[in-house]
T-cell receptor
Framework: DAGVIQSPRHEVTEMGQEVTLRCKPISGHDYLFWYRQTMMRGLELLIYFNNNVPIDDSGMPEDRFSAKMPNASFSTLKIQPSEPRDSAVYFC??????????FGNGTRLTVT | EDKVVQSPLSLVVHEGDTVTLNCSYEVTNFRSLLWYKQEKKAPTFLFMLTSSGIEKKSGRLSSILDKKELFSILNITATQTGDSAVYLCAGSTGANNLFFGTGTRLTVIP
Protein backbone atom coordinates (compact mmCIF):
# COMPACT_ATOMS: atom_id res chain seq x y z
CA ASP A 1 0.00 0.00 0.00
CA ALA A 2 1.63 3.24 -1.19
CA GLY A 3 -0.43 5.42 1.08
CA VAL A 4 -1.81 8.82 0.14
CA ILE A 5 0.43 10.44 -2.46
CA GLN A 6 0.68 14.19 -2.83
CA SER A 7 2.57 16.31 -5.30
CA PRO A 8 4.52 18.46 -5.44
CA ARG A 9 6.30 18.18 -2.08
CA HIS A 10 7.27 21.83 -2.17
CA GLU A 11 5.93 24.72 -4.21
CA VAL A 12 7.30 28.23 -4.28
CA THR A 13 5.43 30.76 -6.35
CA GLU A 14 4.89 34.46 -6.69
CA MET A 15 1.78 36.25 -5.58
CA GLY A 16 -0.88 36.21 -8.27
CA GLN A 17 0.17 32.92 -9.83
CA GLU A 18 -2.05 29.87 -10.07
CA VAL A 19 -1.12 26.91 -7.90
CA THR A 20 -2.37 23.35 -8.33
CA LEU A 21 -1.85 20.70 -5.67
CA ARG A 22 -2.46 17.05 -6.44
CA CYS A 23 -3.52 14.03 -4.44
CA LYS A 24 -3.90 10.32 -5.05
CA PRO A 25 -5.87 8.67 -2.23
CA ILE A 26 -5.46 5.12 -1.01
CA SER A 27 -7.16 2.70 -3.37
CA GLY A 28 -10.60 1.71 -2.12
CA HIS A 29 -11.05 4.69 0.16
CA ASP A 30 -14.31 6.54 -0.41
CA TYR A 31 -13.58 9.76 1.49
CA LEU A 32 -11.00 12.36 0.55
CA PHE A 33 -10.12 15.42 2.61
CA TRP A 34 -8.04 18.53 2.02
CA TYR A 35 -6.55 20.19 5.11
CA ARG A 36 -4.35 23.24 5.57
CA GLN A 37 -1.87 23.49 8.44
CA THR A 38 -0.34 26.70 9.80
CA MET A 39 1.41 27.47 13.06
CA MET A 40 -1.31 29.86 14.11
CA ARG A 41 -4.41 27.87 13.25
CA GLY A 42 -3.25 24.26 13.21
CA LEU A 43 -4.99 21.79 10.88
CA GLU A 44 -8.10 23.19 9.24
CA LEU A 45 -10.45 21.27 7.00
CA LEU A 46 -10.93 22.94 3.64
CA ILE A 47 -13.19 20.49 1.83
CA TYR A 48 -14.05 16.81 1.73
CA PHE A 49 -15.47 14.44 -0.85
CA ASN A 50 -17.43 11.21 -0.55
CA ASN A 51 -17.44 8.97 -3.61
CA ASN A 52 -15.97 11.86 -5.64
CA VAL A 53 -18.78 14.25 -4.68
CA PRO A 54 -17.98 17.38 -2.63
CA ILE A 55 -19.86 17.12 0.67
CA ASP A 56 -18.69 20.11 2.69
CA ASP A 57 -16.67 23.01 1.30
CA SER A 58 -17.47 25.45 4.08
CA GLY A 59 -13.79 25.55 5.06
CA MET A 60 -12.64 26.84 1.69
CA PRO A 61 -11.38 30.34 2.53
CA GLU A 62 -12.45 32.24 -0.55
CA ASP A 63 -13.47 31.89 -4.16
CA ARG A 64 -9.78 31.80 -5.01
CA PHE A 65 -9.76 28.20 -3.76
CA SER A 66 -11.35 25.37 -5.72
CA ALA A 67 -11.13 21.58 -5.50
CA LYS A 68 -12.10 18.80 -7.85
CA MET A 69 -12.21 15.04 -7.74
CA PRO A 70 -12.79 13.81 -11.30
CA ASN A 71 -12.40 10.14 -10.32
CA ALA A 72 -11.78 7.93 -7.32
CA SER A 73 -8.02 8.04 -7.64
CA PHE A 74 -7.27 11.74 -8.14
CA SER A 75 -8.06 15.12 -6.65
CA THR A 76 -6.74 18.65 -7.14
CA LEU A 77 -6.78 21.77 -5.02
CA LYS A 78 -6.29 24.95 -6.97
CA ILE A 79 -5.55 28.46 -5.74
CA GLN A 80 -5.97 31.27 -8.26
CA PRO A 81 -4.66 33.88 -7.72
CA SER A 82 -2.35 32.91 -4.87
CA GLU A 83 -1.50 35.32 -2.04
CA PRO A 84 1.27 35.29 0.61
CA ARG A 85 -1.26 34.42 3.34
CA ASP A 86 -1.94 31.15 1.52
CA SER A 87 1.52 29.94 2.54
CA ALA A 88 1.02 26.76 4.57
CA VAL A 89 1.34 23.00 4.40
CA TYR A 90 -1.58 21.45 2.55
CA PHE A 91 -2.46 17.88 3.45
CA CYS A 92 -4.64 15.44 1.62
CA UNK A 93 -6.13 12.54 3.58
CA UNK A 94 -8.37 9.62 2.74
CA UNK A 95 -10.45 7.12 4.64
CA UNK A 96 -12.91 4.29 4.17
CA UNK A 97 -16.26 4.82 5.86
CA UNK A 98 -15.73 5.81 9.50
CA UNK A 99 -12.16 4.61 9.70
CA UNK A 100 -9.34 6.95 10.82
CA UNK A 101 -7.90 9.28 8.23
CA UNK A 102 -4.64 8.44 6.48
CA PHE A 103 -2.64 11.53 5.60
CA GLY A 104 -0.26 12.22 2.76
CA ASN A 105 3.10 13.87 3.41
CA GLY A 106 1.76 17.26 2.46
CA THR A 107 2.70 20.03 0.06
CA ARG A 108 4.56 22.96 1.55
CA LEU A 109 3.39 26.07 -0.30
CA THR A 110 5.29 29.33 -0.13
CA VAL A 111 3.84 32.37 -1.87
CA THR A 112 6.20 35.34 -2.11
CA GLU B 1 -18.68 26.68 17.02
CA ASP B 2 -16.88 23.34 17.19
CA LYS B 3 -13.52 23.50 18.92
CA VAL B 4 -10.81 21.26 20.32
CA VAL B 5 -8.33 22.62 22.88
CA GLN B 6 -5.10 20.89 23.79
CA SER B 7 -2.80 21.52 26.72
CA PRO B 8 -0.05 22.12 27.36
CA LEU B 9 1.04 23.77 24.12
CA SER B 10 4.55 22.41 24.61
CA LEU B 11 6.35 20.16 27.02
CA VAL B 12 10.01 19.30 27.59
CA VAL B 13 10.85 16.17 29.58
CA HIS B 14 13.77 13.84 30.15
CA GLU B 15 13.94 10.31 28.88
CA GLY B 16 12.15 7.95 31.21
CA ASP B 17 9.62 10.51 32.41
CA THR B 18 5.87 9.94 32.14
CA VAL B 19 3.76 12.60 30.41
CA THR B 20 0.06 13.33 30.21
CA LEU B 21 -1.38 15.31 27.33
CA ASN B 22 -4.84 16.83 27.61
CA CYS B 23 -7.60 17.42 25.10
CA SER B 24 -10.99 19.02 25.68
CA TYR B 25 -13.60 19.24 22.99
CA GLU B 26 -16.90 20.79 22.01
CA VAL B 27 -17.97 19.09 18.81
CA THR B 28 -21.50 18.98 17.46
CA ASN B 29 -22.79 15.48 16.77
CA PHE B 30 -19.66 14.06 18.37
CA ARG B 31 -18.83 10.54 17.27
CA SER B 32 -15.27 9.81 18.37
CA LEU B 33 -11.99 11.30 19.59
CA LEU B 34 -8.78 10.59 17.73
CA TRP B 35 -5.12 11.07 18.58
CA TYR B 36 -2.41 11.50 15.97
CA LYS B 37 1.37 11.85 16.19
CA GLN B 38 3.06 14.26 13.80
CA GLU B 39 6.79 14.25 13.38
CA LYS B 40 8.22 15.95 10.32
CA LYS B 41 5.55 15.07 7.82
CA ALA B 42 2.14 13.43 7.86
CA PRO B 43 0.14 12.92 11.06
CA THR B 44 0.03 9.23 11.86
CA PHE B 45 -2.89 7.62 13.63
CA LEU B 46 -2.55 6.51 17.26
CA PHE B 47 -5.98 5.92 18.80
CA MET B 48 -9.67 6.29 18.14
CA LEU B 49 -11.92 6.47 21.20
CA THR B 50 -15.68 6.18 21.05
CA SER B 51 -16.71 4.97 24.50
CA SER B 52 -16.19 6.63 27.86
CA GLY B 53 -13.93 5.07 30.43
CA ILE B 54 -12.38 2.39 28.25
CA GLU B 55 -8.61 2.73 28.07
CA LYS B 56 -6.84 1.97 24.85
CA LYS B 57 -3.20 0.94 25.00
CA SER B 58 -0.42 0.55 22.50
CA GLY B 59 2.93 -0.19 24.08
CA ARG B 60 3.91 2.74 26.27
CA LEU B 61 1.02 4.87 25.02
CA SER B 62 -2.48 4.83 26.41
CA SER B 63 -5.55 7.01 26.11
CA ILE B 64 -8.99 7.36 27.65
CA LEU B 65 -12.11 9.37 26.90
CA ASP B 66 -14.59 11.02 29.26
CA LYS B 67 -17.73 11.89 27.28
CA LYS B 68 -19.44 13.46 30.27
CA GLU B 69 -16.67 15.97 30.92
CA LEU B 70 -15.77 16.20 27.23
CA PHE B 71 -12.07 15.47 27.48
CA SER B 72 -9.44 12.90 26.73
CA ILE B 73 -5.90 12.27 27.90
CA LEU B 74 -2.95 10.65 26.23
CA ASN B 75 -0.34 9.11 28.51
CA ILE B 76 3.17 8.16 27.52
CA THR B 77 5.24 6.23 30.04
CA ALA B 78 9.03 5.79 30.04
CA THR B 79 9.41 8.40 27.33
CA GLN B 80 12.10 8.03 24.66
CA THR B 81 13.65 10.56 22.29
CA GLY B 82 11.64 8.97 19.50
CA ASP B 83 8.48 10.16 21.21
CA SER B 84 9.41 13.76 20.38
CA ALA B 85 6.67 15.04 18.10
CA VAL B 86 3.52 17.12 17.96
CA TYR B 87 0.55 15.19 19.30
CA LEU B 88 -2.77 16.14 17.75
CA CYS B 89 -6.21 15.51 19.13
CA ALA B 90 -9.30 15.61 16.91
CA GLY B 91 -13.02 15.33 17.45
CA SER B 92 -15.00 13.48 14.82
CA THR B 93 -18.57 14.33 13.88
CA GLY B 94 -21.26 12.17 12.41
CA ALA B 95 -20.46 13.76 9.08
CA ASN B 96 -17.05 12.06 9.08
CA ASN B 97 -15.36 15.39 9.66
CA LEU B 98 -12.40 15.92 12.02
CA PHE B 99 -11.82 19.07 14.07
CA PHE B 100 -8.21 19.25 15.19
CA GLY B 101 -6.62 20.98 18.12
CA THR B 102 -3.42 22.92 17.55
CA GLY B 103 -1.39 20.18 19.16
CA THR B 104 1.05 19.63 22.01
CA ARG B 105 4.72 19.74 21.07
CA LEU B 106 6.60 17.15 23.14
CA THR B 107 10.38 17.24 23.33
CA VAL B 108 12.17 14.38 25.07
CA ILE B 109 15.74 15.15 26.11
CA PRO B 110 18.25 12.28 26.37
Amino acid sequence: DAGVIQSPRHEVTEMGQEVTLRCKPISGHDYLFWYRQTMMRGLELLIYFNNNVPIDDSGMPEDRFSAKMPNASFSTLKIQPSEPRDSAVYFCASSFGGSPLHFGNGTRLTVT
Amino acid sequence: EDKVVQSPLSLVVHEGDTVTLNCSYEVTNFRSLLWYKQEKKAPTFLFMLTSSGIEKKSGRLSSILDKKELFSILNITATQTGDSAVYLCAGSTGANNLFFGTGTRLTVIP
